[in-house]
């Protein structure tokens, strides 16, 4: 569809852009910024956190103790089903406990290994149980400060659609929200825009190339919204910026 001064993906782009202004509006900023920045700060906070806070829990017997009971125990209920009830722990090696009777992976096992370094047999089975209940702790507190983040998260929402109530600030953030929703639709069709840059020049993409040099004027001066997006594609730019 070409009417001289605007294509198709023109059109598309201004409806999707007219959608994006009035769903931002009624959505909000705050709500959006906290689901956003939300998701960045639970995985990263959870992430950088989760040793310090498994520390924490560890040095006051917070779970701990109970995992590190059940592994220790586990661990030596393996050995006695793989050796036989009489076997004598300390004359196996730590390769026999890792990958014969825990059957573990291998990535798993030179984990473990790194951890515990060289204990004696006496402490073997102890020093097993215990890099695995570290491990196993790290996890526990990373979903626990998942959980908890987002239960703020969801708090700070509810705080939101309250203060959202009084016109002025509703009119505020819906206006703010309307900015936000269209630099994300704009984002999108730049990453869009990135990954048909990168197949124009294929063979199999010829149909498809095409119409794009046709309905955004590609190939000569005349303006298309469409073009000038392509053109001054931020994502790409970013992109050869950084490699």
């Not at 806070?53 to 220790?72: G, K």
């Not at 125990?73 to 825990?102: C, K, R, T």
């Not at 498809?208 to 005349?222: A, C, G, I, S, T």
């Amino acid at each position: 569809m070409d009417l001289g001064f605007i294509g198709l993906i023109d059109i598309i782009l201004i409806i999707s852009g007219i959608f994006a202004v009035v769903y931002g509006y009624k959505k909000g900023f705050m709500k959006k910024a906290i689901s956003l920045m939300g998701g960045l700060v639970i995985i990263g906070i959870s992430y950088m956190y989760c040793g310090e806070f498994a520390h924490f829990l560890t040095h006051n017997d917070i779970i701990y103790p109970e995992v590190y009971e059940n592994i220790h125990n586990n661990i030596i209920e393996e050995i006695h089903a793989e050796y036989g009830a009489d076997v004598v722990i300390e004359e196996l090696s730590l390769s026999e406990v890792m990958s014969n009777a825990l059957g573990l992976p291998g990535f798993i096992s030179d984990l473990i290994v790194d951890g515990i370094g060289n204990p004696t047999p006496e402490e073997m089975v102890s020093a097993i149980a215990s890099e695995m209940a570290d491990i196993i702790m790290c996890i526990i507190s990373f979903f626990i400060m998942v959980i908890s983040i987002f239960i703020i998260c969801l708090i700070a929402k509810l705080f939101a659609s309250i203060m959202r109530t009084n016109s002025f600030i509703r009119f505020v953030d819906g206006t703010f929200g309307s900015l936000l929703y269209l630099i994300l639709e704009m984002i999108a069709v730049c990453i869009v825009f990135a990954i048909v840059s990168c197949f124009m020049d294929m063979e199999w993409f010829s149909g498809v190339r095409n119409f794009l040099v046709k309905d955004m004027q590609l190939n000569n001066d005349e303006f298309r919204l469409s073009k000038l997006i392509y053109e001054h594609n931020m994502i790409v730019k970013i992109f050869k910026i950084i490699f």
